[in-house]
């Protein structure tokens, strides 16, 4: 499978994993900000994400923006998800996620939904640094060859 379409794919799943994850916040309804109520939090911040991710997706199919931006996009994801459910700082900690729902079994299948979401970001953003770097390569590589042709680019 080419780069591009690798890096499509892994952004379907994350957007999968990340509406998953933004109706998992509805069902349980603790977390949850504007649109949904009158409260600006991390909640309404992450919705942000969405038109991010379109814009993204056009820009990078019109071959505007490449793997790097996807980087940023992904690990900042990564982060920013982590951040906010695990560590001495989280805002929403693991036991608000699998603790609110009704049935226990739902709330660790929700709590592990939450742990493969992070899990899959961290993927894609490895993913996407290798075809990064590899560009990159391609690039320098390429910049040699004319300067030793004495072209400049």
């Given amino acids: 499978m080419d780069t591009r379409r690798t890096i499509y794919l892994l952004t379907g799943i994350a957007v999968a994993f990340s509406v ?3 109706v998992d916040h509805l069902i349980r309804g ?5 649109p949904v109520n009158g409260d600006v939090n991390a909640f309404t911040m992450s919705l942000g994400i969405y038109p991010l ?4 997706m056009l820009l990078y199919r019109a071959r505007r ?10 690990s900042g ?18 036991h608000l996620v699998h603790g609110g729902h009704d049935s226990p079994i739902v709330g660790w299948l929700a709590f592990g ?4 979401f992070v899990g899959v970001l961290i993927v894609t953003s490895i ?9 990159r390569q391609s690039h320098r590589a390429a910049d040699r060859r004319l300067a030793a042709e004495g072209i400049d680019r």
Avoid at 65 to 74: D, E, K, R, Y
Avoid at 77 to 94: D, I, K, Q, S
């Fill in 127 to 135: 993913v996407e640094a290798r075809a990064w770097y590899a560009a």
């Fill in 20 to 22: 998953g994850h933004h």
């Fill in 53 to 56: 991710l379109a814009a993204g």
């Fill in 30 to 34: 603790n977390a949850v900000g504007w």
């Fill in 77 to 94: 994801g990564a982060a920013l998800v982590g951040l906010l459910h695990f560590g001495p700082l989280a805002v929403e900690p693991p």
């Fill in 113 to 116: 939904w939450l742990v493969a």
């Fill in 65 to 74: 923006v490449g793997p790097a931006f996807w980087v940023l996009i992904s």
